[in-house]
């Protein structure tokens, strides 16, 4: 497996919100082409870290949204997004200490989280907050978000 595929399995009926997580994959899919060409290091240094900052953003208007609506499930679905951002951090620490990374293992590992979370976390929530609007930031305040979940990353203590 060499990359993550979108499903229509993966789709919740909302266009905003399915654009959102078709972007992502295509991120993912990009850094993944990156390392599978030895790519300079740097570079996928600063991949990992883009793709932890846009998952980040995209995360925290999820949350938000759910925080609006007083969302009963709010807490185990929150401790799924923070499960896949510990986990994105540290395939990355590994990387940098390592130079290496199990470039199939990874991909598996995210497409089990997608596949299970858009089913399940984000279909069920968006059914119910489908009715009100979803949050869209306007593009620079979405790069604000991004690079400061960027930031944390690579500056964490
Ligand atoms: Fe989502
Ligand atoms: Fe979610």
Same mark, same amino acid.
């Given at each position: 497996?060499?990359?993550?595929?979108?499903?229509?399995?993966?789709?919740?009926?909302?266009?905003?919100?399915?654009?959102?997580?078709?972007?992502?994959?295509?991120?993912? %899919?990009?850094v993944?082409?990156?390392?599978?060409? %030895?790519?300079?290091?740097?570079?996928?240094?600063?991949?990992?870290?883009?793709?932890?900052?846009?998952?980040?953003?995209?995360?925290?208007?999820?949350?938000?949204?759910?925080?609006?609506?007083?969302?009963?499930?709010?807490?185990?679905?929150?401790?799924?997004?923070?499960? /896949?951002?510990?986990?994105?951090?540290? /395939?990355?620490? !590994?990387?940098?200490?390592?130079?290496?990374?199990?470039?199939?293992?990874?991909?598996?590992?995210?497409? !089990?989280?997608?596949?299970?979370?858009?089913?399940?976390?984000?279909?069920?929530?968006?059914?119910?907050?489908? /009715?009100?609007?979803?949050?869209?930031?306007?593009?620079s305040?979405?790069?604000?978000?991004?690079?400061?979940?960027?930031?944390r990353?690579?500056?964490?203590?």
């Open positions: 497996m060499a990359s993550l595929e979108w499903r229509d399995e993966y789709c919740t009926g909302i266009a905003g919100v399915d654009y959102e997580h078709q972007a992502l994959i295509a991120q993912i %899919n990009a993944l082409a990156l390392i599978g060409q %030895n790519g300079e290091r740097r570079r996928v240094i600063d991949g990992l870290g883009d793709i932890y900052g846009a998952i980040s953003a995209h995360f925290a208007l999820e949350e938000r949204m759910m925080e609006r609506h007083d969302y009963a499930e709010y807490a185990e679905h929150k401790a799924d997004h923070d499960r /896949l951002l510990d986990e994105i951090q540290e /395939l990355t620490l !590994d990387y940098e200490s390592s130079d290496s990374l199990d470039r199939d293992a990874f991909t598996q590992r995210l497409a !089990d989280w997608f596949g299970n979370h858009f089913q399940t976390h984000d279909a069920r929530l968006h059914r119910l907050a489908w /009715l009100r609007e979803h949050d869209h930031p306007s593009p305040k979405l790069e604000k978000m991004i690079r400061h979940a960027k930031d990353l690579r500056h964490r203590p």
